[in-house]
């Protein structure tokens, strides 16, 4: 393999410049899917592939591309992905660190005259972070989009479909942006960790195997409304005394059963919601998390059975739907010795871990051979303006996916 790096200098010029764009009072940026900011981004992003030579490339979901195209007919794609968009007031290195990689490695390849035998494509897509539907983009690629995801309505903000239109993407186009499997070789991404296993044990780049599953489901208990200053303290049917407990006991119940599950239940929502008035009514959005799809299932039922125990505890009835339904990958294990035989002939220790965030690799897991790349988050922080990686990190993971590019294209 040529012996090529990337330009450090370079790409951390890019990083600079990109963090500027919504760049919040905190060290942040906010860039939501299809805002302004999100636009911005897209347009700089684009201006950077054309000044490097590479090809512009878009879709009917608004997945935006730079392509170093192959001068063989017919020739295959590998894939480079990640995305622009952030959550609000997140991080400057969540998404970001992946494109910039991914272009910089395609600079560098088209500098080095290098007569591939597959393109080599570095893709934006649209709204991975999810502020209107996860991991939208690399669903759309894949064919993985149903009809009711273009209808969601999220946070009251207006509908997916206007927003959509607002930005130029025809929802009733979107079926176009799926690509056959066939034309692509691989599927590769560089992201920070988002936990501390990395930065805590010293360890330069993680080889990520596999994806967690994730489940949300809607449990709404229900009670009586009263007065409460005379109603009789023994004889409430208060829904959210219900709520607390199945909240509390849910993550004990994990914790003691499911080592590697994980329970979160952050969005509780009361009715009446007077602060004299027992809860007649207690709306809780909940979330599961496992690498085994098996016990993520196991773990389902055993939740679902507490809510209903812990509803009856207090004279309640209560109602369980599930949401949303994200299942967990396993990553290609060509691609996970792939990359740790790069990061061996680079001298760069490495370890093989479960990714507990979503990523598009869970996507595209299935669609083809797909492979992540992890470099270490200080001190596990992510999703907040204090989110850092040191800057030799990100080098390295840029030349590991350099290497890792080098190597699938002479495997094709």
């Known amino acids: 393999m040529p012996d090529l790096k990337i330009n450090p200098e370079r790409l951390h010029a890019d990083f600079v410049e990109l963090a500027h764009i919504g760049a919040t009072p905190e060290g942040g940026i906010n860039r939501l899917a299809l805002s302004a900011n999100d636009i911005h981004a897209r347009a700089w992003f684009a201006d950077k592939v ?37 959550v609000p007031n997140g991080g400057q290195y969540d998404g970001s660190v992946g494109i910039l990689c991914a272009l910089e490695c395609l600079r560098t390849l088209r500098e080095a005259d290098l007569d591939l035998p597959i393109n080599v494509e570095v893709i934006d897509f649209t709204d991975d972070e999810g502020c209107w539907k996860s991991l939208f983009g690399c669903r759309a690629l894949t064919g993985a989009l149903a009809q009711e995801d273009l209808s969601a309505i999220n946070y009251g903000e207006g509908s997916f479909r206007a927003a959509l239109m ?46 967690v599953g994730r489940t949300t489901h809607r449990v709404t208990f229900f009670g009586q409304a009263g007065h409460s200053g005379t109603t009789d303290m023994y004889k409430r049917r208060d829904a959210l005394r219900g709520a607390a407990l199945f909240i509390v006991r849910a993550h004990d119940l994990v914790r003691e059963r499911y080592g590697d599950g994980i329970f979160n239940c952050g969005d509780v929502t009361v009715e009446p919601g007077m ?63 792939l990359l740790e035989g790069v990061c061996d002939d680079l001298d760069l220790s490495h370890k093989r871990l479960v990714s507990y965030s979503g990523h598009a690799p869970q996507i595209l897991a299935d669609f083809t051979d797909t492979g992540m790349i992890f470099i270490p988050s200080v001190n596990g922080i992510s999703h907040h303006p204090d989110e850092y990686t040191d800057w030799p990190d990100v080098v390295n993971g840029a030349n590991v996916l350099l290497q890792a590019i080098l190597r699938l294209a002479h495997r094709n």
Request: aromatic share 4%.
């Open 166 to 211: 607002q930005v130029g993407i025809d929802p009733r186009a979107i079926w176009r942006a799926s690509r056959a499997p066939q034309s692509i070789c691989g599927y590769l991404e560089v992201h920070i960790e988002q936990g501390p296993r990395l930065h805590r044990e010293g360890v330069n780049i993680g080889v990520v195997s596999g994806i």
């Open 275 to 337: 602060f004299n008035v027992i809860p007649s009514k207690a709306c809780l959005t909940v979330e599961y998390r496992h690498v085994s799809e098996k016990l993520m299932a196991e773990m389902e039922t055993a939740i679902t059975s507490l809510a209903h125990q812990c509803a009856a505890t207090y004279g309640l009835a209560v109602e369980t739907e599930e949401i949303a339904h994200m299942p967990a990958a396993s990553l290609a294990a060509g691609m996970i010795q």
């Open 50 to 86: 054309e000044s490097a030579g590479l090809a512009v490339r878009d879709d009917d979901a608004g997945n935006l591309s730079g392509v170093l195209y192959s001068a063989e007919p017919g020739a295959k794609t590998l894939l480079l992905g990640s995305h622009l968009d952030s």
